[in-house]
């Protein structure tokens, strides 16, 4: 009887003592209400910021690890550029092992190039990147990860969904000084570092999927950023210089970044 008492009294004790040292340390209640609120208003600045750029032109590496039926992860890499401008035009270039892709969209047409097939597809698209966005995902099921990023209230879209919110300080990334936060909703956490200072672009973006086994995760980040005066004037029209043949969207090949033997259904080579 003695020795539970006195085991229980020890573990009371190294509780109140590991309370006393979170309180110390300033991670009660209040301080994660402050670190909430604050990683809040970090996100909110980087949406603003965002919103404000008319034009933004910049280069991006992508991971995607994913994880096999037989629980093997895999890491797929991949490069591209973005130039946009708002509202309603993006240019968007994709270079991986297995597929080199282009996205052209002028403010009514949607272009879909798949270089490596050298195919191309088009459909009409009226509206702002926004819509075309939403079109993609919802109508034509076509995945685009990160893309809630180019869309014209990032915090709005993003936001909403999250139950869980932390200010995990700063970090470096590509000699950049960031502040890193990480959300959390019920399908996804999210990671995302912002490049202190008067530009507060996103540097890195993370996302981990909670519902799918192995929880496959989308790493993309973000280099040689530019805005307004820096972006060269762009040309957002298609020109088939590749004499690419035309083909029904529904033809057009899968432009994700799986190959075909590890898409679903899909075949080991």
């Not at 590496?61 to 973005?82: F, H, M, P, R, W």
């Not at 050298?118 to 990147?129: C, F, H, K, P, T």
């Not at 805005?227 to 040309?235: I, K, L, M, N, S």
């Amino acid at each position: 009887m003695h020795g539970v008492v006195g085991k229980s009294a020890r573990i009371a004790k190294a509780g109140l003592s590991a309370a006393a040292l979170i309180l110390a340390l300033g991670w009660g209640p209040s301080a994660a209400n402050a670190d909430e609120a604050e990683a809040k208003a970090l996100f909110k600045a980087m949406s603003d910021y965002l919103a404000s750029q008319q034009l933004i032109a910049f280069e991006y590496d992508t991971n995607l690890e994913i994880v096999t039926t037989d629980q093997q992860k895999l890491a797929l890499a991949s490069s591209g550029t973005v130039t946009l401008s708002r509202p309603d035009k993006i240019r968007a270039t994709r270079n991986g092992g297995f597929a080199e892709v282009e996205l052209i969209f002028d403010g009514k047409t949607l272009t879909l190039l798949r270089k490596t097939d050298n195919l191309y597809a088009q459909v009409e698209v009226s509206g702002s990147i926004d819509h075309l966005v939403d079109e993609l995902r919802e109508k034509y099921h076509r995945p685009v990860p990160g893309a809630d990023l180019l869309t014209s209230n990032v915090y709005d879209q993003l936001m909403p969904l999250v139950v869980d919110t932390k200010d995990l300080g700063s970090g470096v990334i590509g000699g950049v000084e960031c502040n890193h936060l990480a959300f959390r909703t019920e399908e996804v956490d999210w990671q995302i570092w912002i490049a202190m200072g008067e530009r507060p672009y996103p540097c890195r973006y993370v996302i981990t999927s909670k519902q799918v086994a192995g929880f496959p995760q989308y790493t993309a980040q973000i280099r040689d950023w530019k805005a307004g005066d820096e972006v060269a004037a762009g040309d957002f029209g298609f020109k088939n210089q590749t004499n690419a043949k035309k083909v029904e969207p529904s033809e057009l090949p899968d432009m994700d970044e799986l190959p075909d033997s590890l898409a679903p259904g899909g075949k080991p080579q």
